[in-house]
């Protein structure tokens, strides 16, 4: 598979979408799909579809359409799914405690490895047969294991802290949950959940529509 | 405050951004800042700042800059927050309680009115002094109070029914942190938190740059 450079975010934020739908088609047993019913599914038009997917390669067949279980494998493929990463969680408040527990993430290929909180009635406590640990343990941890992603479900004074020392111990994902920009390394990729961000857009919207009708 | 028409969604997605960060400011007894101020803290351009702030009206003076309070005030009512918004829950699992405990949404002026669950469990448990409910008296619920906002935190086999049963009455925002696309009438507004879609996207930044190197 040729993969093309220079992928707007815009196709790329659409990927895990595809991702999602694919998936779901490929449970209900379904083999191909054309641009059009996938774009009835998924929302997006046909053009749209056609375009984003050629971005990676040539995956659709005139009048045949899409080879489901070939479309998703190459998805996953580009996704970066095809291998493991593994992933530690700071915080086990019940954002944190949310994450450990989603099993649809172990299942995509995101490996637990290690949850840590200064709470001392956390510590000590299981999720999922991984043991909470005390927050003085993470970056001892960090050093004797490679770990991929760091998840930050902390409150927001202690996020930048936390964020160093992950940075500080090779970790190049940061998953952040914290309502605060933290500030890394060039080569350090964050994707951010601002969950308040997501509330007042839709407080906006809510009030603009009311204020039309 | 005059407000312009047909603000651009990226715009709009900025607005919480900028509201945050005002807030921290007036936090910090800040009373005037100059764009390019605004800009070394927020990461956005100064004239991306001065452009998206023009498009909702007249809030800088030149060589003053802006006034803190002023524009947080202004932000606050552009967004819709000089109201109060009541929300209900339905799903008292990680997220859902994630969501009933984070007590700044209730400072921005969502309240908290009733929790919803199908876990035995659960029910009768106490959030906030919020007692978490038995979702068969969700429907009954709704149609003996005004609701504003329903925060969808189930399953997603069951995700679609609660919206359905949330707009048929007359609940018109919908903030869903279950990972599919539901389906409204018009008038009702969605938000969508997709937490694997976040995920899958840092996975695939992570990807690209690891293969770059």
Excluded at 24 to 35: G, H, P, W
Excluded at 42 to 65: H, K, P
């Amino acid at each position: 598979m040729e993969k093309k450079k220079n992928i707007s975010m815009a196709v790329i934020k659409r990927l895990p979408k595809y991702h999602r739908y694919l998936s779901e088609l490929l449970k209900n047993d379904v083999d191909r799909i054309s641009s059009k019913e996938l774009s009835e599914k998924i929302g997006f038009t046909a053009s749209q579809i056609r375009q984003d997917l050629n971005c990676f390669g040539d995956f659709g067949q005139q009048g045949y359409g899409y080879n489901v279980r070939e479309l998703y494998r190459q998805i996953s493929n580009i996704l970066g799914l095809t291998k493991e990463y593994d992933i530690v969680i700071i915080g086990a408040g019940n954002i944190g405690q949310a994450i450990a527990n989603y099993n649809r993430f172990e299942k995509l290929g995101f490996v637990l490895k290690g949850i840590f909180d200064a709470n001392p009635k956390l510590i000590g406590m299981k999720i999922r047969d991984i043991e909470i640990q005390d927050i003085d343990n993470l970056e001892g941890f960090l050093s004797q294991n490679s770990i991929d992603l760091g998840v930050i479900c902390v409150p927001r004074v202690n996020a930048q802290k936390i964020c160093t020392s992950l940075v500080n111990n090779n970790v190049k994902g940061i998953w952040n949950f914290a309502p605060v920009d933290l500030v890394v390394p060039e080569d350090v990729t964050i994707e951010n959940v601002h969950l308040s961000e997501s509330l007042l857009t839709l407080a906006y919207l809510l009030n603009e529509r009311s204020e039309q009708e």
